[in-house]
């Protein structure tokens, strides 16, 4: 239900998701340092966007020596606040949603369908959940040690991203092989029996509060934003 009123621009629908954020946020306990810490690292890429969609839309010029559009404001605005919490929603769901939780819920999900590996699914999306946070951290980890070795003082953009992206790649590949072994080691078989264990009613509740909420969004704000 969350991604599909995000694919919207609709003023009032980012509103809503900028409020549900916050207090989704607030009762995890997930401190704000960390969601500010990775956000950080996508803030260079929204304000290309930024630029890109405020100085290449049509629309009449705020200036005639700038070419600088007041529709091309708004929408780079828009664009950057839906991505932004799009971003925001999968620090949050990385955080914390444990990978069993996941497995558990894209096994029930996909069990309408006979066709599908669910479990070899199920492991390869859990896993890539465990990477992700595991991704950050060692781009952090490997950011301050090029600082502490003075190399955030390097002009060169090439060979600042070649120092960077060299180790984190390296860590990666390292990691994936020992997550490789490890599930060689514990015998993992996608023909064993597995027991998937019910919804419980304190799931449903809040999916039943937040469907009556986007009802009631979409017949309050039908128009764009």
């Known amino acids: ?17 900028s409020c549900l954020l916050l207090a989704l946020v607030i009762l995890s306990g997930l401190p704000w340092s960390y969601l500010l810490r990775s956000l950080r690292l996508w803030g260079f890429f929204l304000i290309i966007l930024f630029l890109l969609q405020s100085f290449f839309s049509p629309g009449p010029r705020m200036l005639d020596w700038l070419p600088l559009s007041i ?11 839906r991505i ?28 309408p369908f006979p066709f ?25 980890e490997v950011r301050l040690a090029y600082r502490a070795r003075l ?23 390292l990691h994936a092989d020992e997550v490789t072994f490890a599930l ?3 015998g993992y078989r996608e023909d064993i029996p597995f027991h998937l264990p019910g919804v ?9 509060i937040l469907l009556v909420l ?9 128009g764009p934003g």
């Open 151 to 173: 190399g955030d003082r390097r002009r060169n953009p090439f060979r600042m991203a070649k120092s960077l992206g060299l180790p984190i790649l390296r860590r990666s590949f």
């Open 214 to 222: 986007f009802i009631l969004l979409s017949l309050v704000a039908p």
């Open 116 to 140: 599908l590996p669910k479990r070899r699914i199920s492991l390869m999306v859990s896993l890539t959940l465990r990477f992700f946070s595991l991704l950050l951290d060692q781009v952090e």
């Open 71 to 81: 529709d091309g404001l708004r929408l780079g605005l828009s664009t950057c606040w």
């Open 1 to 17: 239900m969350v991604t599909a009123t995000l694919l919207q621009l609709r003023t009032p629908w980012l509103l809503f998701h």
């Open 184 to 186: 060689a080691a514990r």
């Open 200 to 208: 419980p009613n304190s799931h449903w509740i809040p999916l039943a």
């Open 84 to 111: 932004g919490l799009i971003l925001g929603y999968g620090i949050l769901f990385t955080a914390v949603t444990r990978p069993n939780d996941l497995r558990d819920g894209l096994i029930w999900f996909l069990k």
